[in-house]
């Protein structure tokens, strides 16, 4: 059984960082497609930052240079380092695995909220 689970999220000032972690259980990481996706309130879900396997790293403009996705292969985590916050970085954030190349995503965590205070 396929478990992801996000940590991290909160209440944080514009400007400021914040880190998520995924921990993932059931599956490899590293040879997996990790994702982070995000939705707010009345909005789709977006995706933000994608791992691939084989080690392609994608990131959407609106948060290119201000977020990075990484790996921990023995911890078996995947993280999300969000800096420069802005207040449109509030959402539901949501951690993805996929064993393909990322165009969909078969399992998914329960999400953990991220909030920025301007």
């Known amino acids: 059984q396929v478990q992801l689970v996000e940590s991290g999220g909160g209440l944080v000032q514009a400007g400021g960082s914040l880190k998520l972690s995924c921990a993932v259980s059931?599956?490899?990481?590293?040879?997996?497609?990790m994702a982070w996706f995000r939705q707010a309130p009345g909005k789709e879900r977006e995706l933000v930052a994608r791992?691939?396997?084989?080690?392609?790293?994608y990131y959407r403009d609106t948060v290119k240079g201000r977020f990075f996705i990484s790996r921990d292969n023995a911890k078996n985590m995947v993280y999300l380092q969000m800096n420069n916050v802005k207040a449109e970085d509030t959402a539901a954030y949501y951690c993805?695995?996929?064993?393909?190349?990322?165009?969909?995503?078969?399992?998914w965590g329960q999400g953990t909220q991220v909030t920025v205070s301007s």
């Open positions: 059931g599956r490899t990481v590293r040879t997996s497609t």
């Open positions: 993805a695995a996929t064993s393909g190349i990322g165009s969909s995503y078969e399992y």
């Open positions: 791992f691939a396997w084989i080690g392609v790293i």
